[in-house]
């Protein structure tokens, strides 16, 4: 309850990456660092498993495969946006049973992946225009099947995808992936890091995609799981109140910051 008595929405982002928010409850993981692992060890380093970004959000660290660390419906939106994705179908069923759980009854879940739809027909147009030969087709059709591929096979962080994004790609769509320079040798923490907890990869990073949903097996997927209306949404468009202040999915330009995505929403039934 604010100062003024009215009463402020308990808000849970859930895999946040650096989108934690003050007025959000925000979880993320980290399970590669020091800290994360080792959280006595990891408090000489910085502050424990609970913490606050450099923004002041609250930033709870947690891997959210083991379910969601909050009590039975103690908020009243939860929200992630490309992390249903990372997670494998029976962890992905675990997961949204787990965000009905900490929702109050007609809570509402906003949930945000990659459309599969988009990239299909976006590869198979592009497989078209290079057999015609049409200027620029080729790369394109490159782009598309790094797109649907890479996020899912790649053994390097960042994977061939980073060389794309360096290029621009998905927003400026004309230029061939920069050659990436050889990796920097770590520094120190970075190699006492890897000396306690290995290092990074994409299997630990949570960076790799598991599954890929369509705007039909998404709302399936929510019906399925227990939630009631599952709903389309349109970018910016939202049951969350005041939902365009956080800015989430929006660059300052206003164009979205995954573009190609679904937005869902639906409701804990009462
Ligand atoms: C593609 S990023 C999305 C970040 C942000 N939500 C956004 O939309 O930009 C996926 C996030 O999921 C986090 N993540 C992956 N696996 C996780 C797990 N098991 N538990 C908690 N977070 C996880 C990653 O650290 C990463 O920040």
Redo the contacts with the bound molecule.
Sequence with gaps: VTERGETKPRLL???????AHPDWVN?????HSVRYSFPVLGALFRRGARQVTSAGAPLRL?????GIPFPDASFDAVY????LE??DRPAASRFLRECLRVLRPGGVMRV?VPDLEVRAREYLAALEAARRGEQGADLLHEWSVVDIVDQMTRTDLGGEMQAWIDAGWPWRRDRPPAPRPPAARPGLRARISRLLVGPPTPER???LHRWWYDSYSLVKLLRETGFEGPELRRLGESAIPDWKRYE??TLPDGSP??PGSLYAEARKPR
Excluded: K, Y
């Design positions: 982002h859930l895999a946040c990456g650096d989108q979880v993320e993981f980290f399970p947690a891997d959210l495969r083991r992630h946006s490309h992390f990372h997670l945000v990073t949570g960076e989430f999915e910051r995954h």
